[in-house]
């Protein structure tokens, strides 16, 4: 079952899924096969490995993904997808919700 999508993902799948129709969005795309790793929103390239993008919520309230062992575990999450050959794009719900994160993909996409 998959979780209930914030603000900020469903931005951000409705802005790749209008800007760029021919691939596919998911959310919660696990994309290691023997790991529960998931990226928040993955971009999907034809072949290979595509964008994984995280959004990196808590960073103002001292949430877990701002803490120690949290975040070595993100740590070793990113490299990993790194590894595999995915980039990885992170972004705050602010960055996407006030543009920074577009004009970030509109760049580099």
Do not use: C
Not at 1 to 30: C, F, G, I, N
């Amino acid at each position: 079952m998959k979780r209930k999508l914030s603000e900020a993902q469903m931005w951000l799948v409705d802005y790749l899924r209008e800007r760029h129709p021919h691939y596919k969005v998911e959310t919660e795309y696990r994309f290691h096969p023997e790991r529960k790793w998931r990226f928040d929103v993955a971009f999907l390239f034809i072949q290979g490995p595509g964008i994984g993008f995280e959004i990196e919520g808590g960073l103002y309230v001292k949430g877990a993904h701002v803490r120690g062992q949290h975040y070595e575990s993100d740590m070793e999450k990113y490299n990993t997808a790194a590894a595999m050959g995915w980039k990885v794009w992170r972004f705050t719900p602010k960055q996407i919700l006030n543009g920074t994160a577009k004009a970030f993909i509109e760049r580099y996409l």
